[in-house]
């Protein structure tokens, strides 16, 4: 009886261990930032007319499929959400005399939440820091969307072949790579492209500029680790209104990397586990008195 | 026909007012968009006495839009035909007829061959060796063939010249044909239409004349101009078609206020035309939905007399509605089949556990006593 | 020391009522499965944008490997305590194992979108994402799936050097050796293995971030989930012990399974403990008393831990083979009821979006379910497996 509780509580040390190095291990998973040359988007809500002419364009760029499939009759192109269709939707907020308009997309996270989801590396932060996804290495888990807290990665799960689809920042428009569709059609410049510094550096200007305009701050500078497509609110609607979560500054996939990490780095734990048990099962082998290796 | 009465009695030598016919060529140019340079050149070319040569055959027609023609004011017709070009054939407007007709077309032929332009209006037909249209003994291929032959450009205006119109309605019993099918391997710009819009035949001659280029076409040989986009992309009721709002009927509410007319049948999201934009007659708003009736895709071969009027035809880039999705959608969706089954699993699973357990009672009582 | 009866097939008819009832579900189940991969996930579950993840990740693979925690359990107590006593469990722990491994693994094979790339994962090392749990738990399972039917290789090859075959002989006779030559690293790496990928697959709820409720949302979730998973294996050998005591008329191993059911109940309070602490000091519990379905799952996945342990736990029941069973039932229950609602029922990716599995859906995990069993028939029946003769108290209290 004591032997077993040593033992288990022996068990429970190590664990407790590795889980007590986890903090240690904060400060060692190091914050990533945007590429220097990175590229964004900037979306005033506040400009926004809600004219969808984005969405149009982007279904052009991208070769997109309508999606008709709540407003019947092949009439419209209406999705209701991003979906295997849309990879730009404008939505409405409104909440009595209070509205805005919302366009989502990927957001292009700094420190994407999906590409460490991802087993086989089918998403990639390219150049500019603009994240995509590549079908060859793909094997259709669906993690991306479980990890993503914009919901943004989606999957074509009509088709026997199915596609993981999400907004790529036009990186593979034809003849205007990483040009994005949506920015060039705007008509009241609501969503422009550029520079994310430039744009980071516009957005806080506009702030200063018009304080009563705007809710106080630059959604995606900070917020889940930061995101190269930033936002601005009109002042009234906070930004969990317009969909956009409250991540808090970690990036998203800060604390499960800390712990996995933590009890991975170098396979130091589970070397030495192996090597305990292998260690206990010689043992008892011998105890057990089997000496041929024993009856398993 | 005051202009035409005057036009007779004009002594050769006698010049127009100068400032006079600048405005006009300056308000035609501006009228089929061609810039003030063109205008120039008329003005120019005039001056000179030179005028093209336009010759215009008439096949199986109604003449509408010849008639359409004479509707348009800048150029008005005199304008055009007595100061701009020079229309050297024209059966409609001749006052000359019979073998004094045909001589002018042969003399007109003789003296331009390589730089007249040749309008045609009316299909051809090729049944029987196209006996069905014939004019001075020769058949409409023959005459179609030998004019186009020497003519710097072909320009077949009207939808029974582009492609055979109403005569190549079904069954079609005289061969009807457009002229781009009888002169293969031509260029012939087609400009179609039930009437054609006659400032898309004025834009494409009088560029042809000043700059001797033609407009860009399409791959039907339509001026992109006027045929690059559907009816749907410009109509002016197209809001209302965005946001769901449709007369279903001749006479209903929607009609009275002008609400789209998809559901009555209109072709516009498949008829490539310019009328919701340059309306017919010069009066504002005179364009068949302006008037309220469903555009029956006077344009195209594959609507016109072939899709009923009042079929709906298919949108093939449909885009967003006048609605918007909230920030959060609703989404939900059970089946029931699928909620009967797992409830049935559900049930089977705790009937057998209490089964199970039940069996375990008879040894309740031994296992009690070895524990 | 170590007394137990040698396993011996327990021969019998195969194709039984009951056997034929499972072949007829998983028949239809393999028509649907063809109907899966010709029209597509959405033609044949209720999967959707919002939930990826449905009842074939939260309860074929998740739930299931932790129901195959069998083998894992059974190692750790004879091999790493050194417990040999219950040495007669083993073996059908780990056939056990092996089967809701395999099922975990066929469905898997049937829940991702692509399934030829899957072969991809193993043989082109350059590409993997160190950095993704869900690599890892992919790797550890695959590994493991082969690992326990080398452990359970033994018991198929004793049947097989004997049996009328010469492929199958020359099977036993060439692999035999080998493998009780490597039997050691095996079940070391078998031990190993399952702590990694089960505690993964509690990381892996992690980077759902505040999709994932606050009442399961944790950095303890690894912790958890191995703890739990360890508990749940127990409490299917229990389970699984008095089933075939009862179905196979073969004489009752309460005894033996009590002393394991103290072993268990300490697990659950740790997990208890453990599951409770982390809510405090995390300020959460205060979740749990909240108006909602989360918060009911909740209170029934810790009543159903501490009902089981307080029965394990009490000396005066825990020898009675009905309350063994009950408190296995509670326990995997529990720990089901546990990863459901990590995965499903805490799993809250927006107000308007709610996940029901599709019919076809639920006659697939009902099919593989089935084959699972009737494998387990079948393999107890022909191959030594189930150790035969009455049992034995304990060596020592």
Same mark, same amino acid.
Not at chain 2, 15 to 39: I, Y
Not at chain 2, 223 to 245: L, Q, S, W
Not at chain 3, 115 to 142: D, G, Q, R
Not at chain 3, 293 to 302: G, N, S
């Given at each position: 009886?004591?032997?077993?509780?040593?033992?288990?509580?022996?068990?429970?040390?190590?664990?407790?261990?590795?889980?007590?190095?986890?903090?240690?291990?904060?400060?060692?998973? &190091?914050?990533?930032?945007?590429?220097?040359?990175?590229?964004?988007?900037?979306?005033?809500?506040?400009?926004? $007319?809600?004219?969808?002419?984005?969405?149009?364009?982007?279904?052009?760029? %991208?070769?997109?499929? $309508?999606?008709?499939? &709540?407003?019947?009759?092949?009439?419209?192109?209406?999705?209701?959400?991003?979906?295997?269709?849309?990879? %730009?939707? $404008?939505?409405?907020?409104?909440?009595?005399?209070?509205?805005?308009?919302? #366009?989502?997309?990927?957001?292009?996270?700094?420190?994407?939440?999906?590409? %460490?989801?991802?087993?086989?590396?089918?998403?990639?932060?390219? &150049?500019?820091?603009?994240?995509?996804?590549?079908?060859?290495?793909?094997?259709?888990?669906?993690?991306?969307?479980?990890?993503?807290?914009?919901? /943004?990665?989606?999957?074509?799960?009509?088709?026997?072949?199915? #596609?993981?689809?999400?907004?790529?920042?036009?990186?593979?428009?034809?003849?205007?790579?990483?040009?994005?569709?949506?920015? &060039? /059609?705007?008509?009241?410049?609501?969503?422009?492209?550029?520079?994310?510094?430039?744009?980071?550096?516009?957005?806080?200007?506009?702030?200063?500029? %018009?304080?009563?305009?705007?809710?106080?701050?630059?959604?995606?500078?900070?917020?889940?680790?930061?995101?190269? /497509?930033?936002?601005?609110?009109?002042?009234?609607?906070?930004?969990?209104?317009?969909?956009?979560?409250?991540?808090?500054?970690?990036?998203?996939?800060?604390?499960?990397?800390?712990?996995?990490?933590? $009890?991975?780095?170098?396979? /130091?734990?589970?070397?030495?586990?192996?090597?305990?048990?292998?260690?206990?099962?010689?043992?008892?082998?011998?105890?057990?008195?089997?000496?041929?290796?024993?009856?398993? | 026909?005051?202009?035409?009465?005057?036009?007779?009695?004009?002594?050769?030598?006698?010049?127009?007012?100068?400032?006079?016919?600048?405005?006009?060529?300056?308000?035609?140019?501006?009228?089929?968009?061609?810039?003030?340079?063109?205008?120039?050149?008329?003005?120019?070319?005039?001056?000179?006495?030179?005028?093209?040569?336009?010759?215009?055959?008439?096949?199986?027609?109604?003449?509408?839009?010849?008639?359409?023609?004479?509707?348009?004011?800048?150029?008005?017709?005199?304008?055009?035909?007595?100061?701009?070009?020079?229309?050297?054939?024209?059966?409609?407007?001749?006052?000359?007829?019979?073998?004094?007709?045909?001589?002018?077309?042969?003399?007109?032929?003789?003296?331009?061959?390589?730089?007249?332009?040749?309008?045609?209006?009316?299909?051809?037909?090729?049944?029987?060796?196209?006996?069905?249209?014939?004019?001075?003994?020769?058949?409409?291929?023959?005459?179609?063939?030998?004019?186009?032959?020497?003519?710097?450009?072909?320009?077949?205006? =009207?939808?029974?010249?582009?492609?055979?119109?109403?005569?190549?309605?079904?069954?079609?019993?005289?061969?009807?044909?457009?002229?781009?099918?009888?002169?293969?391997?031509?260029?012939?710009?087609?400009?179609?239409?039930?009437?054609?819009?006659?400032?898309?035949?004025?834009?494409?001659?009088?560029?042809?004349?000043?700059?001797?280029?033609?407009?860009?076409?399409?791959?039907?040989?339509?001026?992109?101009?006027?045929? =690059?986009?559907?009816?749907?992309?410009?109509?002016?009721?197209?809001?209302?078609?965005?946001?769901?709002?449709?007369?279903?009927?001749?006479?209903?509410?929607?009609?009275?206020?002008?609400?789209?007319?998809?559901?009555?049948?209109?072709?516009?999201?498949?008829?490539?035309?310019?009328?919701?934009?340059?309306?017919?007659?010069?009066?504002?708003?005179?364009?068949?939905?302006?008037?309220?009736?469903?555009?029956?895709?006077?344009?195209?071969?594959?609507?016109?007399?072939?899709?009923?009027?009042?079929?709906?035809?298919?949108?093939?880039?449909?885009?967003?509605?006048?609605?918007?999705?909230?920030?959060?959608?609703?989404?939900?969706?059970?089946?029931?089949?699928?909620?009967?089954?797992?409830?049935?699993?559900?049930?089977?699973?705790?009937?057998? =556990?209490?089964?199970?357990?039940?069996?375990?009672?008879?040894?309740?009582?031994?296992?009690?006593?070895?524990? | 020391?170590?007394?137990?009866?040698?396993?011996? !097939?327990?021969?019998?008819?195969?194709?039984?009522?009951?056997?034929?009832?499972?072949?007829?579900?998983?028949?239809?189940?393999?028509?649907?499965?063809?109907?899966?991969?010709?029209?597509?996930?959405?033609?044949?579950?209720?999967?959707?944008?919002?939930?990826?993840?449905?009842?074939?990740?939260?309860?074929?693979?998740?739930?299931?490997?932790?129901?195959?925690?069998?083998?894992?359990?059974?190692?750790?107590?004879?091999?790493?305590?050194?417990?040999?006593?219950?040495?007669?469990?083993?073996?059908?722990?780990?056939?056990?194992?092996? @089967?809701?491994?395999?099922?975990?693994?066929?469905?898997?094979?049937?829940?991702?979108?692509?399934?030829?790339?899957?072969?991809?994962?193993?043989?082109?090392?350059?590409?993997?994402?160190?950095?993704?749990?869900?690599?890892?738990?992919?790797?550890?399972?695959?590994?493991?799936?082969?690992?326990?039917?080398?452990?359970?290789?033994?018991?198929?090859?004793?049947?097989?050097?004997?049996?009328?075959?010469?492929?199958?002989?020359?099977?036993?006779?060439?692999?035999?050796?080998?493998?009780?030559?490597?039997?050691? !690293?095996? @079940?070391?790496?078998?031990?190993?293995?399952?702590?990694?990928?089960?505690?993964?697959?509690?990381?892996?709820?992690?980077?759902?971030?505040?999709? +994932?409720?606050?009442?399961?949302?944790? !950095? @303890?979730?690894?912790?958890?989930?191995?703890?739990?998973?360890?508990?749940?294996?127990?409490?299917?050998?229990?389970?699984?012990?008095?089933?075939?005591?009862?179905?196979?008329?073969?004489?009752?191993?309460?005894?033996?399974?009590?002393?394991?059911?103290?072993?268990?109940?300490?697990?659950?309070?740790?997990?208890?403990?453990?599951?409770?602490?982390?809510?405090?000091?995390?300020?959460?519990?205060?979740?749990?008393?909240?108006?909602?379905?989360?918060?009911?799952?909740?209170?029934?996945?810790?009543?159903?831990?501490?009902?089981?342990?307080?029965?394990?736990?009490?000396?005066?029941?825990?020898?009675?083979?009905?309350?063994?069973?009950?408190?296995?039932?509670?326990?995997? @229950?529990?720990?089901?009821?546990?990863?459901?609602?990590?995965?499903?029922?805490?799993?809250?990716?927006?107000?308007?979006?709610?996940?029901?599995?599709?019919?076809?859906?639920? +006659?697939?995990?009902?099919?593989?379910?089935?084959?699972?069993?009737?494998?387990?028939?079948?393999?107890?029946?022909?191959?030594?497996?189930?150790?035969?003769?009455?049992?034995?108290?304990?060596?020592?209290?």
């Amino acid at each position: 009886m004591s032997v077993d509780r040593r033992k288990f509580l022996k068990a429970a040390a190590v664990t407790g261990a590795a889980v007590a190095a986890a903090p240690a291990a904060v400060e060692a998973r &190091e914050r990533r930032v945007p590429p220097p040359d990175a590229k964004g988007m900037l979306y005033d809500a506040t400009k926004c $007319i809600g004219c969808k002419t984005c969405v149009v364009a982007c279904k052009q760029a %991208n070769n997109m499929p $309508i999606d008709d499939r &709540e407003m019947g009759d092949g009439l419209y192109d209406a999705p209701t959400d991003l979906n295997s269709r849309t990879k %730009n939707v $404008i939505k409405l907020y409104r909440e009595g005399e209070r509205i805005s308009y919302m #366009k989502a997309q990927c957001m292009h996270c700094v420190d994407p939440s999906c590409i %460490n989801a991802c087993m086989m590396g089918s998403l990639k932060k390219r &150049e500019y820091g603009v994240v995509t996804w590549h079908g060859e290495r793909c094997t259709g888990c669906r993690y991306c969307g479980i990890a993503c807290p914009y919901g /943004v990665p989606k999957y074509e799960y009509e088709k026997a072949w199915p #596609k993981v689809v999400k907004c790529e920042l036009c990186a593979e428009r034809e003849g205007k790579p990483f040009q994005p569709a949506c920015c &060039e /059609v705007c008509p009241r410049e609501a969503v422009i492209a550029g520079n994310y510094t430039d744009l980071l550096a516009e957005a806080k200007r506009r702030l200063a500029a %018009n304080p009563d305009r705007y809710e106080p701050k630059v959604f995606g500078e900070t917020d889940g680790g930061g995101t190269q /497509v930033l936002y601005l609110s009109a002042a009234g609607v906070p930004f969990d209104k317009l969909g956009l979560p409250d991540l808090g500054p970690e990036p998203v996939p800060q604390l499960q990397q800390v712990i996995q990490h933590g $009890i991975y780095q170098g396979a /130091v734990i589970p070397v030495a586990l192996l090597a305990v048990f292998a260690g206990a099962v010689w043992r008892s082998h011998r105890q057990q008195g089997e000496g041929k290796g024993g009856q398993s | 026909m005051d202009t035409i009465e005057r036009s007779a009695t004009r002594e050769p030598g006698q010049s127009v007012d100068r400032r006079q016919f600048m405005q006009v060529c300056a308000m035609a140019a501006a009228a089929v968009g061609l810039p003030h340079s063109a205008a120039v050149k008329w003005a120019e070319a005039a001056a000179l006495g030179l005028k093209p040569s336009v010759i215009w055959l008439h096949f199986q027609e109604c003449t509408g839009c010849t008639e359409s023609l004479l509707r348009t004011s800048h150029p008005a017709i005199g304008e055009l035909i007595l100061d701009l070009i020079s229309l050297d054939y024209c059966e409609t407007l001749f006052a000359a007829a019979g073998h004094q007709a045909e001589d002018a077309l042969k003399a007109a032929m003789t003296t331009n061959a390589g730089k007249y332009v040749c309008v045609v209006e009316g299909a051809i037909p090729t049944r029987d060796n196209g006996i069905y249209c014939q004019i001075g003994g020769r058949t409409a291929i023959d005459i179609l063939k030998e004019v186009a032959d020497q003519a710097a450009a072909v320009i077949a205006i =009207g939808s029974c010249a582009s492609w055979g119109g109403i005569p190549s309605a079904d069954p079609n019993p005289t061969g009807a044909k457009g002229a781009p099918q009888i002169l293969e391997g031509k260029t012939v710009v087609t400009i179609p239409g039930c009437p054609a819009n006659p400032y898309n035949l004025l834009g494409t001659v009088l560029q042809f004349v000043t700059f001797g280029t033609l407009p860009a076409l399409d791959d039907k040989n339509r001026p992109k101009f006027a045929y =690059g986009r559907v009816i749907h992309e410009d109509c002016p009721r197209r809001p209302h078609f965005d946001a769901g709002r449709f007369a279903l009927q001749y006479g209903d509410e929607g009609h009275r206020n002008g609400h789209c007319l998809y559901r009555l049948g209109c072709k516009g999201p498949a008829t490539h035309a310019n009328c919701s934009l340059q309306h017919f007659g010069e009066v504002p708003g005179a364009w068949p939905i302006g008037t309220g009736h469903p555009c029956i895709g006077c344009t195209e071969q594959a609507m016109l007399w072939r899709v009923p009027m009042h079929s709906t035809v298919e949108i093939s880039r449909p885009t967003p509605p006048d609605t918007y999705p909230p920030i959060h959608a609703e989404h939900r969706a059970i089946s029931p089949g699928a909620a009967g089954v797992a409830g049935l699993v559900a049930g089977a699973a705790i009937g057998a =556990g209490l089964m199970a357990a039940k069996k375990f009672v008879g040894e309740g009582t031994e296992e009690k006593k070895e524990g | 020391m170590s007394s137990h009866a040698t396993p011996a !097939p327990l021969g019998g008819k195969i194709w039984t009522p009951f056997f034929q009832f499972l072949a007829g579900v998983f028949a239809v189940s393999v028509i649907l499965m063809i109907w899966r991969f010709v029209a597509g996930l959405g033609a044949v579950t209720g999967l959707s944008d919002a939930y990826p993840w449905g009842i074939w990740i939260a309860f074929d693979v998740v739930i299931g490997t932790a129901l195959g925690c069998g083998g894992y359990a059974m190692a750790l107590l004879v091999y790493i305590f050194n417990r040999g006593q219950y040495h007669p469990l083993v073996r059908p722990a780990v056939l056990t194992s092996a @089967l809701g491994y395999t099922m975990a693994a066929i469905a898997i094979n049937i829940d991702v979108g692509r399934t030829p790339y899957i072969y991809k994962i193993p043989f082109m090392p350059h590409w993997w994402n160190l950095n993704s749990v869900l690599l890892e738990v992919a790797l550890c399972v695959m590994a493991y799936v082969a690992v326990l039917w080398f452990e359970l290789a033994p018991a198929l090859f004793e049947t097989w050097r004997k049996g009328s075959s010469s492929f199958f002989r020359w099977l036993a006779d060439t692999f035999d050796p080998i493998i009780r030559k490597l039997m050691i !690293p095996i @079940l070391a790496i078998g031990v190993l293995l399952p702590t990694m990928h089960q505690s993964s697959l509690g990381a892996l709820m992690m980077l759902a971030g505040n999709k +994932l409720h606050g009442l399961w949302q944790s !950095p @303890l979730l690894p912790l958890l989930f191995l703890i739990s998973c360890i508990g749940m294996g127990y409490a299917v050998v229990v389970f699984e012990a008095h089933l075939s005591s009862r179905a196979f008329r073969r004489p009752s191993e309460a005894p033996m399974l009590a002393r394991l059911g103290v072993v268990t109940g300490w697990i659950t309070v740790a997990y208890l403990a453990i599951r409770l602490g982390d809510l405090v000091v995390r300020g959460k519990l205060g979740l749990a008393f909240q108006p909602s379905f989360q918060a009911l799952a909740f209170w029934v996945e810790i009543a159903l831990f501490a009902g089981a342990a307080f029965l394990m736990l009490t000396p005066a029941r825990r020898g009675r083979a009905m309350t063994q069973f009950n408190a296995a039932v509670m326990i995997i @229950l529990a720990g089901s009821l546990y990863r459901i609602d990590t995965y499903l029922t805490g799993y809250n990716p927006g107000d308007n979006w709610s996940y029901f599995p599709a019919l076809p859906e639920i +006659l697939i995990t009902l099919g593989i379910l089935a084959l699972e069993i009737m494998a387990y028939l079948y393999i107890v029946k022909r191959y030594p497996i189930l150790a035969g003769g009455s049992s034995t108290a304990p060596a020592r209290a």
